[in-house]
């Protein structure tokens, strides 16, 4: 990673941050902050971060732009930001001209842009399951019961060591199809839907253990831990479900058959 | 960045040419072993299969050659592990010796202990087992009651039991883990770990003890007034307990973590294979995806290993995702395929079935219990 990205990577989490910051969790934000949010994001140039150089963009490696989509992860902001960066990614690669504004919906995809946009989702999830993890130690240190703090309970300890571990699972996966893509072809799409498969059941495990340990403080509409389990309940099933993915990799290894199958694992 | 973040494995031409000859080697050496021998995974015992590797430089391969070893990475040494597992063949008489015993001795022991057992080891001539747990003291180690008392030419004299010493009774060597001052009370103080030699030393009794398929890999070892000449003591007097840390580091980090019912799930996709069932191919698809995060995060482990870091929280993720994953298995066989399990049976998948649903509760005992590692993890959160 070299100093242009790590750069471009921290005014990126500062803003996005920020802008985070601004949504209280339970309230719509008013429409002259939504404007000047997205004004800010947009002199930024992070909806035109995944364009290529010639176009405009930020000229980022594959390696680098999904690891600006997980900072976008880590920050939910009330815009679709991953979701315009793709679609002008998308534009000017078929010769059109980038959008004006956030855009919703991508419209018709190739097989290809499709994968690209659910290797995001993962990239997205990957960042939104760090800071749940991070929430959830915090509560757990900061809110005391019985006279001690949560995190001295042992059942306690071992749901956080299940979501540490769910965490830790799902991001490898996440990197893993990162890291394959440069492969091309079957390869990309099957690592693919080895994330895909493995980071969805990461969130749902992830999602499930923050709110139990949250308790009833985080199920309340005005506190922040909705706004990323209710994120991953959604990116694990976009750009093709979870389902979906996952029986595209065992059609796979069940058509390959028993003496294929070690070969594959070492081979994906 | 992330809270526990796993490095990246390291790519390896080196590693990759190795795994063509492994494969091929394993494809002849290998060949005669049954489904049901395969699903034994580590516990398959077979010197001859040992001296092999041994002969093709496969074991100690990291190790300098001035003692029988190789000079290789990590990633070569994982490769050969894996490839091993994955076939199913018979590794336990090599398995802890090249795993734990020999990087123990490599790291603490003396130059005349290294001289005369490593290269050993390398040939696959000589067999370890682990003298760690005791009646009174399994996941609490630090409870260790056996005792070495040092006499007054230098000897030492050892009382104590040590239990599930896996393959004892074929053992060469224990590396036994005890007090050498102090009390129990004292807990990681007093204690130190001292090299037995299993078929030399008078006083040792190794009992059996079968486990519920009625397999013998287990056993008791008693020490009755047993004498360890002074060059016994391996390491530091009184470092055993941080010595024996990093020995379980080395324990938890490796692929036989995740591995140890993959032949069930070969058997599995042989029985299902071609399968339209949507069921089948997102349970298969839910496997193979965790399967391969697993060994990306394993190879994540070698890495850390590799560059000389601490593994300890990280083996212990890969460890307790490991075990879940191996444990979880049978289950979903049973409920893909209407086959009775029945370990005499003829279909391979029955008898696989039968054979992992009831090795599969010691996945998350042997080598630290799920709820020790979630200890573990726990502590590196912060939470303790």
């Known amino acids: 990673m070299d100093d242009v990205s790590s750069i471009i990577f921290e005014s990126a989490q500062r803003l996005l941050s920020d802008l985070s910051e601004r949504v209280s969790a339970g309230r719509p934000m008013a429409d002259c902050e939504r404007a000047d949010g997205w004004r800010q994001i947009e002199e930024m140039g992070l909806p035109f971060a995944l364009m290529s150089e010639a176009q405009g963009g930020l000229g980022l490696s594959d390696a680098e732009a999904f690891e600006l989509v997980r900072i976008c992860g880590r920050n939910v902001v009330p815009w679709p930001l991953v ?3 793709l679609a002008n990614r998308f534009a000017t690669q078929g010769g059109a001209a980038p959008a004006e504004g956030p855009i919703d919906t991508l419209g018709e995809l190739t097989a290809e842009q499709k994968e690209r946009a659910a ?14 993890l991070v929430m959830t130690i ?4 900061e809110r005391s019961q019985f006279g001690r703090p949560l995190a001295k309970f042992q059942a306690v300890q071992h749901s956080l060591a299940v979501l540490a571990g769910e965490v830790a699972a799902g991001q490898a996966a996440a990197e893993h199809a990162v890291a394959r893509l440069a492969r091309g072809g079957a390869a990309a799409t099957l690592a693919i839907g080895i994330a895909r498969a493995r980071i969805g059941e990461a969130c749902s495990k992830a999602a ?10 985080g199920y309340a509409r005005e506190h922040r831990l909705h706004l990323y389990t209710t994120s991953l309940w959604r990116w694990r099933d976009e750009y093709g479900t979870q389902t979906w993915w996952t029986r595209q990799v065992g059609r796979e290894v069940l058509a390959a058959g028993p003496d294929a199958f070690w070969p594959a694992v070492t081979g994906a | 960045m992330s809270v526990l973040a796993f490095p990246p494995p390291v790519e390896s031409e080196a590693a990759e040419t190795l795994r063509a000859e492994v494969r091929a080697f ?27 590797l041994g002969r093709r430089g496969w074991l100690g391969m990291t190790w300098p050659k001035e003692y029988g070893g190789h000079e290789r990475s990590a990633f070569e040494r994982y490769v050969v592990v894996e490839e091993t597992l994955a076939a199913g063949a018979p590794v336990a008489a090599h398995w802890i010796a090249d795993r734990q015993s020999g990087p123990t001795l490599l790291r603490h022991g003396t130059e005349a202990q290294k001289r005369a057992i490593l290269p050993r080891i390398a040939a696959g001539e000589c067999v370890f087992c682990i003298g760690m747990s005791e009646p009174d003291a399994g996941s609490d180690l630090a409870a260790t009651r056996a005792r070495a008392e040092r006499q007054g030419d230098g000897s030492w004299k050892v009382n104590g039991t040590k239990l599930w010493t896996t393959y004892g009774h074929e053992a060469d060597y224990m590396i036994l883990f005890c007090r050498t001052s102090g009390t129990p009370a004292d807990r990681h103080e007093g204690t130190s770990q001292l090299l037995v030699d299993m078929r030399m030393t008078s006083g040792v009794t190794v009992r059996p003890i079968h486990d519920l398929m009625g397999q013998h890999h287990f056993n008791e070892v008693h020490f009755e007034d047993a004498v360890l000449p002074p060059d016994a003591l391996l390491g530091t007097e009184g470092q055993g307990w941080a010595q024996v840390m990093g020995e379980l580091a080395h324990e938890r980090s490796g692929p036989e973590r ?5 032949q069930l799930l070969i058997e599995l996709i042989g029985a299902l294979r071609g399968s339209e069932s949507l069921a089948a191919q997102a349970a298969v698809g839910r496997l193979f995806a965790h399967l391969v995060t697993l060994r990306r995060m394993s190879r994540g482990v070698a890495a850390l290993l590799e560059a000389g870091d601490d593994p300890t929280t990280h083996a212990a993720i890969v460890k307790d995702l490991g075990a879940t ?20 049976s003829t279909s391979d998948f029955a008898a696989v079935l039968a054979y992992t649903m009831m090795a599969a509760p010691a996945f998350s005992l042997r080598g630290g219990t799920r709820e020790i590692l979630r200890g573990i993890i726990a502590r590196q959160l912060g939470l303790r």
């Not at chain 2, 994953?325 to 005499?344: C, G, M, N, T, Y």
């Open chain 1, 138 to 141: 915090s509560h757990v240190q």
């Open chain 1, 119 to 132: 290797l995001a989702r993962a990239m997205q999830m990957a960042g939104a399951l760090d800071v749940i």
């Open chain 1, 208 to 217: 499930a253990i923050a709110h139990q340990l949250h308790g009833a403080i």
């Open chain 2, 26 to 52: 394993l494809a002849d050496a290998n060949a005669a072993r049954t489904p049901l021998e395969r699903a034994e995974s580590w516990n398959g015992f077979d010197r001859e299969f040992s001296r092999a």
């Open chain 2, 325 to 344: 994953f191996e444990q979880e298995l049978p289950d979903i066989a049973r409920s893909l395929v209407d086959e009775e399990p029945d370990l005499r």
């Open chain 2, 258 to 262: 995740f591995l140890s019912s993959i």
């Open chain 1, 83 to 85: 979701d315009t960066m």
